[in-house]
């Protein structure tokens, strides 16, 4: 399965973006002057109907992906303790995109353009700017961004339809936290779901599932209430 799946990594990242295209035109496009919620519930919408094809066209086999072999390897961190360098890789390579991404949107003119964007379209288009094209292209690289998360992601736990379910919700939670348009926020309000999830398992295991569990029930509340 490790060659072939190298075949289809080297075919994700553009397939992700010809994807995002089509599905930011054919249906985002036209819920831009609505209020951001509506593109939450949509995006989670398509999500599920997204899964449930892959069941239909693909089924729901679960496949393991090996690690690549430069990471397949441990530190010893102490006689009984060992961790990951693959874990390690990725915490590095997910540190680096939040850098770039931040770097981008705060010290770049694209970066001006679309906050301004997302804040005042008319305004900005008023000025030349084609902001549907800019808009389309920038959902198309985070679907691209996506699909190299789950890249990164799938030797850590597998490849079946719905693999990122169970993080869904955490990452609502995260974006509530940070605050919508916040990537600063967003990137703290992932260390702190992390740590206390981290850390409350291997402390207060009984109390961190408890708050675990409360947590996505009052997010998939939020999500119903949005209905």
Known sequence: ISSAASDVYK???PIAIALGLIIERLFLDTLYKRDHLYQVLL????????????RIIW?????????????DASIQLTDNLQYSVYRLFVMGVCLA??????????HTRLGIIIRAGAVNRDMVEGLGINVRTLFTLIFSVGVALTAFAGMIAAPLT?????????????????????????????????IIIGMATTFGAVLIPSLASMAVSYTHLRAHETVL???
């Open 11 to 13: 075919r994700q990242i």
């Open 43 to 54: 995006t989670f919408g398509l999500i599920l109907v997204l899964n449930e094809a892959q």
């Open 225 to 227: 209430d949005l209905v």
């Open 97 to 106: 995109l939040a850098g770039v991404i931040y770097w981008v949107m705060r």
């Open 158 to 190: 597998s490849i079946a339809p719905g693999m990122g379910d169970s993080i869904l919700i955490t990452c609502f939670v995260v974006v509530v936290i940070g605050g919508i348009g916040s990537i600063k926020g967003a990137f703290w309000g992932a």
């Open 59 to 71: 089924g729901g086999d679960v496949h393991r992906v090996a690690v690549p072999a430069p990471f």
